[in-house]
């Protein structure tokens, strides 16, 4: 990201909550300012302004000339409407994963993308995680027998954040990025409403047989962690080494996009990244129905 564009810009944070806020503190780096621009924030709360940042209406973000981008930090189940809204009124979009909650609509978001010249960017932050980089050096070159993810958390609701293969793509993420397209072999989901415990259990299978378990575990009382257990033919890897802070994750992921807008990426990443997040979606739009089918 060498030169300096001609303008910068103009950028719009929907959405103030944990990620609109880091978003809204990373737009003020110095990194940021030779690119970025930001304008204002759109919240459905009444905050007037945040941090010198003023608040403006959804109407006024899409009309605005000022304002080029959009940065989608809502709760997920507000994003497809958003980047539609966003890219009909011709704005780059950044938004927070997952992009969608269903694989029909995040096509159509992309086609629509296209069509109008503009970039769509899902945020993947975990890709950029030191225990991910960890994991991937850990992982090259080996044959995988078997292996398994499990995470776990406090309660999440559904109706705001989505189906658990959606809310925890990020997971599913790490898998298909560590071992190439996976195939759906089950997928369970145990409820106990009542208890606010929930539990999805999915069996997948590496193109080359290698068979992995994802579970997503949630429930009062849960703390957030995440589990690793990987078999391979030449050994095996039980957890993943604490490594302290994230640093800058999210400003990193805004480098990617900013990389994006200056037409830095190659067709060739832009197609693979595409790819990786569909099977994705695909993917948790599948496991979403073989679990409502069983219930």
């Known amino acids: 990201m060498d030169a300096e564009p001609k303008r910068k810009f103009g950028v719009v944070v929907v959405g103030v909550g944990r990620a609109g806020s880091v978003r809204l503190r990373d737009l003020k780096d110095p990194r940021s300012a030779a690119f970025l621009n930001l304008i204002g924030f759109v919240s459905r709360r009444e905050l007037g302004s945040l941090d010198e940042v003023r608040q403006i209406s959804l109407e006024d973000a899409l009309r605005s000339q000022e304002i080029d981008v959009a940065y989608i930090c809502s709760e997920s189940s507000s994003h497809e409407d958003y980047i539609r809204q966003f890219l009909q009124a011709g704005k780059h979009v950044l938004v927070e994963y997952p992009m969608t909650l269903s694989f029909a609509a995040a096509q159509e978001l992309w086609e629509l993308a296209a069509q109008k010249g503009r970039v769509l960017h899902e945020e993947h932050v975990e890709l950029l995680m030191e225990e991910f980089e960890f994991l991937?050096?850990?992982?090259?070159?080996?044959?995988?027998?078997?292996?398994?993810?499990?995470?776990?958390?406090?309660?999440?609701?559904?109706?705001?954040?989505?189906?658990?293969?959606?809310?925890?793509?990020?997971?599913?993420?790490?898998?298909?990025?560590?071992?190439?397209?996976?195939?759906?072999?089950?997928?369970?989901?145990?409820?106990?409403?009542?208890?606010?415990?929930?539990?999805?259990?999915?069996?997948?299978?590496?193109?080359?047989?290698?068979?992995?378990?994802?579970?997503?575990?949630?429930?009062?009382?849960?703390?957030?962690?995440?589990?690793?257990?990987?078999?391979?033919?030449?050994?095996?890897?039980?957890?993943?080494?604490?490594?302290?802070?994230?640093?800058?994750i999210f400003l990193k992921d805004q480098d990617i996009f900013v990389q994006k807008l200056l037409g830095q990426v190659s067709a060739e990443d832009l197609a693979a990244e595409k790819k990786r997040i569909m099977h994705c979606l695909g993917l948790a739009s599948d496991i979403q129905k073989l679990c409502h089918q069983k219930k």
């Open 136 to 248: 991937r050096r850990e992982v090259l070159g080996k044959e995988l027998l078997k292996g398994s993810l499990r995470f776990t958390a406090s309660p999440l609701e559904e109706e705001r954040f989505g189906f658990p293969a959606f809310s925890g793509i990020s997971r599913l993420t790490w898998l298909v990025s560590l071992f190439g397209e996976l195939s759906l072999i089950s997928a369970t989901l145990e409820e106990r409403k009542e208890d606010q415990y929930m539990k999805m259990t999915v069996q997948l299978e590496t193109q080359n047989k290698g068979l992995l378990s994802w579970i997503e575990e949630k429930g009062p009382g849960l703390k957030r962690n995440r589990y690793v257990n990987f078999q391979f033919t030449s050994g095996s890897l039980e957890e993943v080494p604490s490594v302290g802070v994230n640093k800058n």
